[in-house]
């Protein structure tokens, strides 16, 4: 089997791939880039795996042109920018010692060694340049034909070298897997047993994998086998994943594209910037949806107060939460809101009016323009 995807052709890769092996080193692509381009899918990231060491990689990255930066020499990882595209190049590698996130590695010659370390099958694929496919677990070709996540060996050992790999399991399988597929139950069992494995991981990669996960087009099946196992009230307290099957059908019918606050929105439960280190935009975008999720303000007020699409977003999730069809005549109300202009200012009610007597008028001549659905005119409303 061969590999061929258009961004193999780049020149900086090419530049890259061939210094590596024209200085008589053994170097493939590997991981998420032939993952993707075997899959079809868009590759924005491009992993590379040789047996030259860090420093031989950064002289051959100077003799071409390019630019080597020292990301991770600890771990044999530098990044090399040729031609404007950025590859991670690392060092075969196996794990001498690990502590759960951070890993005592040996480099290695040979890309066996290297594969057994991976975290699942379908990211132990290797390309060379020309795209020639190498399957050292002699599993990942056929998992991925199958559309199958598991992990690389035991799954306890393979979790037990770095806790993230609880939640890339099941990110990876809410976009890899075949949704007909149930999900690996020796995967789901050793990541319900290693659940206090996550404390030790900070909430920013927690976050990250979060909003990952909930940015697959359909991560339903994923999320209910975290709140099954224990994952996600682990990383999620007082958290539930009734809603999420449902709200996916609603944004489908409305043609909305995944938005992972918003689903985090479905999930209930706490104000999740504590949790998950979300911006502070993020966490804004959160509270309101939650917050216009319970209220019971009118989908022309939320358009008027909050713009279309934030209205939009709560209506969707007051669907999910009644199970109810969204009405094409709720958005057609949320769009006008978000188009409406208030038509009375301040300058309108002063001089007779200052100081706190002058907002209280305003806040009830506003309303009383929301209420008319937006056609109180400016003499209406001051008469």
Same mark, same amino acid.
């Given at each position: 089997m061969k590999?061929?995807?258009?961004?193999?052709?780049? %020149?900086?890769?090419?530049? #890259?791939?061939?210094?590596?092996?024209?200085?008589?080193?053994? *170097?493939?692509?590997? +991981?998420?880039?032939?993952?993707?381009?075997?899959?079809?899918?868009?590759?924005?990231?491009?992993?590379?795996?040789?047996?030259?060491?860090?420093?031989? #990689?950064?002289?051959?990255a100077v003799r071409i042109g390019a630019r080597p930066v020292p990301t991770g020499l600890a771990?044999?990882? *530098?990044?090399?920018?040729?031609?404007?595209?950025?590859?991670? *190049?690392?060092?075969?590698?196996?794990?001498?010692?690990?502590? +759960?996130?951070?890993?005592?590695?040996?480099?290695?010659?040979?890309?066996?060694?290297?594969?057994?370390?991976?975290?699942?099958?379908?990211?132990a694929l290797y390309a060379r340049a020309d795209g020639t496919i190498l399957d050292p677990t002699k599993q990942g070709l056929p998992d991925l034909s199958a559309r199958r996540v598991r992990f690389i060996g035991q799954a306890e050992d393979r979790i037990t070298q770095d806790y993230l790999?609880?939640?890339?399991?099941?990110?990876?399988?809410?976009?890899?897997?075949?949704?007909a597929r149930r999900i690996d139950a020796d995967g789901l069992a050793a990541c319900a047993a290693l659940t206090s494995g996550l404390e030790i991981l900070s909430k920013e990669r927690i976050g990250a994998e979060i909003k990952k996960l909930l940015s697959a087009p359909d991560p339903s099946q994923a999320v209910a086998a975290m709140e099954h196992s224990g994952v996600l009230t682990t990383v999620l307290p007082g958290t539930s994943a009734r809603l999420l099957p449902v709200l996916v059908?609603?944004?489908?019918? $409305?043609? *909305?594209? %995944?938005?992972?606050?918003?689903?985090? =929105?479905?999930?209930?439960? %706490?104000? %999740?910037?504590?949790?998950?280190?979300?911006?502070?935009?993020?966490?804004?975008?959160?509270?309101?949806?939650?917050?216009?999720?319970?209220?019971?303000?009118?989908?022309?007020?939320? +358009?008027?107060?909050? +713009?279309?699409?934030?209205?939009?977003?709560?209506?969707?999730?007051?669907a999910a939460a009644s199970e109810q069809p969204l009405s094409p005549d709720q958005l057609a109300r949320a769009r006008r809101?978000?188009? =409406?202009? $208030?038509?009375?200012? =301040?300058?309108?009610?002063?001089?007779?009016?200052?100081?706190?007597?002058?907002?209280?008028a305003l806040a009830a001549l506003e309303a009383r323009w929301i209420a008319s659905d937006f056609t109180l005119s400016r003499s209406d409303l001051l008469n």
């Open positions: 590999l061929a995807a258009p961004w193999m052709q780049h %020149p900086g890769t090419r530049a #890259v791939m061939q210094a590596i092996d024209s200085a008589g080193y053994q *170097v493939f692509f590997v +991981g998420g880039c032939v993952r993707n381009g075997l899959m079809g899918r868009s590759v924005d990231d491009i992993d590379i795996a040789t047996d030259a060491r860090p420093e031989t #990689v950064m002289e051959l771990h044999g990882t *530098v990044t090399v920018v040729a031609s404007g595209k950025a590859h991670e *190049v690392t060092t075969f590698r196996t794990d001498k010692k690990s502590f +759960g996130r951070h890993a005592h590695v040996a480099f290695s010659t040979g890309i066996a060694a290297d594969a057994g370390r991976r975290d699942f099958t379908i990211n790999r609880i939640l890339r399991f099941f990110r990876f399988h809410a976009w890899c897997a075949d949704p059908k609603r944004e489908r019918h $409305c043609r *909305v594209p %995944p938005e992972p606050i918003r689903r985090l =929105a479905s999930l209930a439960g %706490p104000v %999740p910037d504590d949790a998950l280190r979300l911006s502070r935009a993020e966490a804004t975008a959160w509270q309101r949806l939650s917050d216009g999720m319970t209220s019971e303000t009118d989908a022309g007020e939320l +358009g008027y107060r909050h +713009g279309f699409e934030t209205a939009r977003d709560i209506l969707i999730l007051r809101g978000a188009g =409406a202009i $208030c038509p009375i200012r =301040a300058a309108d009610l002063m001089p007779r009016l200052r100081g706190p007597a002058l907002g209280a």
